[in-house]
């Protein structure tokens, strides 16, 4: 699992996916979502803007990454 910091309160997923490197537009990041290939928590989740705070695990395409501030 890899450790992303973050120097906000919150990051929206679109956004997340971007900043630690696990796609490179976001367009990429809107279609990863959209087609359910995201998990937040354990869970799919289909919403791009969703707010993610310290703590929050994310995988995509067999990695994983934990919010940390």
């Given at each position: 699992?890899?450790?992303?910091?973050?120097?906000?309160?919150?990051?929206?997923?679109?956004?997340?996916l971007?900043?630690c490197?696990?796609v490179?537009?976001?367009?990429?990041?809107?279609?990863?979502?959209?087609?359910?290939?995201?998990?937040?928590?354990?869970e799919?989740?289909?919403?791009?803007?969703?707010k993610l705070?310290?703590?929050?695990?994310?995988?995509?395409?067999?990695?994983?990454?934990r919010?940390?501030?």
């Amino acid at each position: 699992m890899e450790e992303i910091i973050i120097n906000t309160d919150f990051i929206k997923l679109d956004a997340f996916l971007k900043y630690c490197g696990a796609v490179y537009t976001g367009g990429e990041a809107k279609e990863a979502v959209i087609y359910g290939e995201v998990s937040v928590n354990g869970e799919v989740c289909l919403q791009r803007g969703k707010k993610l705070f310290e703590g929050d695990v994310v995988t995509f395409d067999s990695n994983t990454y934990r919010v940390s501030k």
